[in-house]
């Protein structure tokens, strides 16, 4: 079976720190991935969305970078972190023959100070 | 406009009442229409999806869509404590795309 991993679960930083999330996906290949910010009472927020290594796409432009090292790996970077980028991120995957789901990992909960 | 529009609440219900949720879209191409279920400090997780007009029900769960009007209802019956949760919906075009949420509080 398919499972997705996140980590850290939980993230404390300062302004101005460098962040690095990680995101892996298990018992799968070729995988679309795809990293979202839910901030406080407020929706998903597509970031970024790859559909193979080293492909990636931006949806808004921000601090933020994302890079996919390999096929099933995701990770979410920033030089420095401003107090806007706190938030809970969400790393997910869909199948690329023609998913009709996305998956979530347990996400990461962000808090710059 | 906002390609997915939906009331945040939060909504209360009591145990058993029967719970509608709605969304609206701008992009008459959506031709997959999703709701997701996220409970608190967890990630969403799929639990309906329809691909055309019409009702689809799955135990207390009825996903409804309109394309016409381009409006999406989720409905809950005899709603229970753990549906508590925020509600998500979307339509999925090349990218998903999702609706604010609508947390949902089912009192005992």
């Known amino acids: 079976s398919q499972t997705i991993h996140q980590w850290p679960a939980t993230l404390v930083q300062p302004v101005g720190s460098p962040l690095s999330l990680e995101c892996t996906v298990e018992g799968t290949s070729n995988p679309n991935l795809y990293w979202y910010r839910q901030a406080a009472g407020r929706g998903l927020q597509l970031l970024f969305y790859s559909v193979g290594i080293g492909q990636i796409s931006s949806e808004v432009p921000q601090n933020l970078s994302a890079s996919r090292p390999q096929d099933r790996q995701f990770i979410l970077s920033s030089k420095k972190l401003l107090l806007s980028d706190s938030g809970f991120y969400l790393c997910?995957?869909?199948?690329?023959?023609?998913?009709?789901?996305?998956?979530f990992g347990p996400g990461t909960r962000l808090t710059v100070l | 406009q906002k390609e997915v529009e939906q009331d945040p609440g939060p909504l209360s219900v009591p145990e058993g009442a029967i719970v509608s949720l709605n969304c609206t879209y701008s992009?008459?191409?959506?031709?997959?229409f999703m709701w997701y279920r996220q409970y608190s400090r967890k990630g969403p997780e799929l639990l309906m999806y329809t691909y055309s007009s019409g009702n689809k029900e799955d135990g207390r769960f009825t996903a409804q869509v309109d394309k016409s009007s381009k409006y999406i209802s989720l409905f809950i019956r005899d709603s229970q404590p753990s549906d508590s949760a925020t509600y998500l919906c979307g339509p999925y075009g090349q990218n998903f795309v999702f609706g604010p949420g609508t947390r949902l509080s089912v009192l005992p």
């Open positions: 992009n008459s191409a959506f031709q997959y």
């Open positions: 997910a995957w869909v199948k690329t023959s023609g998913g009709d789901e996305q998956f």
